[in-house]
């Protein structure tokens, strides 16, 4: 039998939000599997697990650029903070964006390749390096090219947004900001990972078959909360944030509008930070 670390336990209390013996038990039933005991905490108590991949774990910013119906997010990464407020930092990421949308690199290392007013995106990495005496990398980025229009918003410079979409400016930035806040995974329902959905049926299917109730109202049951489900996580399934009682279909079918994709960036998003423990470290330091 696998050991089952308090480490294990407290990763997946920090997952799900339920209690540590809870915990404990899942991950003795599931041998260990860290993915199987959620998926039996989620059966047991309908509690809707958080992911662990949203956490923030990095420190950085998105940079983005919109010109002549492209644009582009990228996020940059640094050690701390502070220095992702400076401006050399910023100019980084900002440097990087453009090169993006008027490149179109095929990953992040053409994009290091590209030049942006006479200096290459590399270059300009080394330099701030160099000035601010971090390490930093380009992690990921996006580049949308549309007939229609592009939105980007960004908040507070850790969440980034785009989208490529027809209509009214103003629609656009709604649009943007409502992603942010909202964050869902697809544009509509048919856009839904194939394996997400099968997951989600299994987990719907397991958690009505312990009410007790009859096959064919346990079959509504399911269907009733898939489709919440596709509703919760699709942009013209969610109710607007500006207007609760209208979804986003509903005010782009007012508006004449529509959207054909977003996508959106959240600084440090699936990094895992590793914790120091200053204590311990001085602790050994001083058996030296």
Do not use: W
């Given at each position: ?43 047991k108590s309908g509690n809707k697990a958080s992911k662990m ?145 099968e997951q989600e049926r299994k987990i719907y299917t397991a ?82």
């Amino acid at each position: 039998m696998a050991e089952i670390t308090a480490k294990m336990v407290s990763d997946l209390r920090v997952a799900t939000g339920l209690g540590m013996m809870e915990c404990k038990k899942a991950l003795v039933e599931a041998e260990g599997d860290f993915a199987k005991a959620e998926e039996i905490l989620r059966i047991k108590s309908g509690n809707k697990a958080s992911k662990m991949a949203g956490r923030l774990a990095a420190e950085g910013i998105i940079g983005s650029y919109v010109e002549a119906g492209v644009g582009a997010l990228v996020e940059v990464n640094c050690e701390t903070d502070f220095v992702a407020k400076d401006p050399t930092f910023v100019a980084l990421a900002t440097a990087a964006a453009k090169a993006v949308a008027i490149a179109n690199p095929a990953d992040v290392e053409a994009l290091g390749a590209v030049e942006v007013d006479g200096v290459q995106v590399e270059e300009i990495r080394k330099a701030a390096i160099a000035k601010l005496g971090e390490n930093m990398t380009i992690r990921r980025f996006v580049r949308y090219q549309t007939e229609g229009a592009i939105a980007t918003y960004l908040h507070g410079a850790k969440i980034g947004v785009i989208v490529d979409y027809a209509g009214a400016e103003q629609v656009g930035k709604d649009v943007a900001m409502h992603i942010a806040a909202s964050k869902p995974l697809c544009v509509s329902k048919d856009q839904v990972p194939a394996e997400t959905l099968e997951q989600e049926r299994k987990i719907y299917t397991a958690q009505a078959a312990e009410s007790g109730k009859p096959a064919d109202i346990v079959a509504k049951m399911v269907e009733g909360r898939v489709n919440k489900f596709l509703a919760e996580v699709t942009l013209l399934g969610q109710p607007f944030v500006k207007n609760p009682d209208q979804t986003v279909e509903k005010l782009l079918a007012e508006q004449k509008a529509s959207v054909k994709a977003f996508a959106m960036f959240v600084v440090g998003e699936g990094i895992e930070k590793k914790v120091v423990d200053y204590a311990a470290e001085v602790a050994a330091a001083a058996k030296l």
